[in-house]
């Protein structure tokens, strides 16, 4: 098929690089010239594990190219995907600007059937808002249609490629056929095509989200009372686990969720039911656990040195909201970043993928090494705020030597505490009891 994407960011372009993959010809479009000018040249804007492969092969291949002009991305396609930014207003609604400004635009450009699919993650009722903004213009058939993405930054490619199913919302046979032929390579019966109403896919996707960031959020409260109680969450998390009926994954406590989709998409569930006069109770404590839960170690950061951190030194690693991105957008890292500062601390961090987009953010309010134990050299701590496999197994004993003291604050309990406490380290993490042995 011939298929337009508006919109380069991690959705638009994975899902435009995916589609060329298996033979389709996909035109992506972007507001940005110099993004546009450079993708052509064959320079990949994001970090996202073996996008690059990808993205390259098809290039060449000549499925995938990239333009500024989206009318004539719309006349060479029968499918138009709308990967557009969905940003979050002050009140937690979803910001429908950018979809709907495109909406508008292809009215007034088709010249004939079109398939328009709601790619972004949008409040339920937005295939209507869309279908009406279209309309106004339009003097053709066309059919809009609600597909959200089910993609982990990380792991986005192999998400697309081997989805654990593709949820379709449309209410034309015509706009549902093509769907699914689309989508025939990446799909079987253990991996099926869900069709279903507009509504009811919009609302799939907020649903799916908000569900595991509960399920993050529970268990980092179970770890948090484990602290009081004595009890070790990694015991209590393998005997939840092991129930079928619960499942193992998303039961690691740490430092909280962040990221584009968790953050976003809980607000904007919770204020779309307020919309309707419903009190999404269980959302408003999921919100106010995760941003206490972002800087849980500060106060026993603070205690360990005395009740005060003026002047004292210390070693982050990790400043994107998950292994395997450089995304930082609500990452816990820098929500620490400010309370340390505030509190006189001085921070030396370091991130394989992420500095770059920190320091666009904060600029050099903090130190970036090059090379994790370069962040080392004459720190008071080390915090552990992402969980990248590089971190999991260092050597220890050059830590200590680089290091004033041998203290850990770790938000992602990576290290074996009867481990550290053999060592020698002073070792925090969430859930544990401190320097116990297993």
């Given at each position: 098929m011939n298929i337009a994407v508006v919109g380069t960011g991690y959705v638009g372009l994975v899902t435009g690089t995916c589609l060329a993959d298996t033979g389709n010809h996909v035109i992506c479009v972007d507001?940005?010239?110099a993004k546009?000018?450079?993708?052509?040249r064959g320079e990949i804007p994001i970090y996202e594990p073996n996008l690059d492969t990808l993205f390259h092969r098809n290039i060449a291949a000549g499925r995938l190219g990239f333009t500024t002009d989206l009318?004539?991305?719309v006349d060479g396609s029968s499918v138009v995907f709308l990967a557009l930014p969905t940003p979050p207003d002050e009140d937690g609604s979803a910001d429908l600007s950018y979809v709907l400004g495109v909406a508008d635009e292809l009215g007034k450009m088709m010249t004939d059937y079109k398939v328009i699919v709601d790619k972004s993650t949008v409040p339920v009722g937005t295939a209507d808002k869309v279908r009406e903004a279209i309309a106004a213009h339009a003097a053709v058939d066309f059919d809009v249609v609600s597909n959200p993405e089910f993609l982990r930054e990380g792991f986005a490619v192999d998400d697309f490629m081997k989805p654990d199913r593709i949820v379709v919302g449309c209410s034309g046979n015509r706009a549902a056929a093509i769907m699914t032929e689309l989508y025939?390579?990446?799909?079987?019966e253990s991996k099926p095509l869900i069709l279903m109403d507009e509504r009811s896919a919009e609302l799939t996707k907020y649903a799916s989200n908000?569900?595991?960031a509960t399920k993050i959020t529970f268990m980092n409260e179970i770890a948090n009372f484990c602290e009081l109680v004595g009890a070790d969450v990694d015991t209590v998390r393998k005997g939840m686990g092991a129930d079928p009926r619960i499942g193992s994954r998303f039961?690691?406590?740490g430092i909280g969720y962040g990221g584009s989709c968790f953050p976003k998409d809980v607000k904007a569930l919770r204020k779309s039911a307020s919309d309707v006069g419903y009190d999404f109770r269980v959302l408003t404590s999921v919100m106010n656990v995760n941003d206490d839960q972002k800087t849980i170690l500060f106060d026993p950061m603070k205690e360990h040195f005395g009740g005060s951190l003026e002047g004292i030194k210390i070693a982050m690693w990790g400043l994107a909201f998950k292994p395997e991105t450089d995304d930082i957008r609500e990452a816990p890292s820098l929500y620490m970043i400010e309370k340390l500062l505030a509190a006189g601390a001085q921070i030396v961090a370091f991130d394989p993928e992420a500095m770059d987009n920190v320091k666009s953010k904060i600029g050099d309010v903090i130190d970036y090494k090059s090379r994790e134990m370069d962040a080392l050299d004459g720190a008071d701590c080390l915090l552990i705020c992402t969980e990248w496999a590089a971190f999991r197994?260092?050597?220890f004993n050059d830590m200590a030597n680089r290091m004033n003291g041998k203290v850990i604050f770790d938000g992602r309990n990576l290290y074996d505490k009867g481990k550290m406490a053999r060592l020698?380290?002073?070792y925090r993490s969430i859930g544990r009891p401190l320097n116990t042995a297993s």
């Open positions: 507001i940005d010239e546009v000018a450079a993708m052509q009318q004539k991305a025939e390579p990446y799909t079987n908000s569900f595991l039961l690691y406590p197994t260092p050597d020698g380290w002073t």
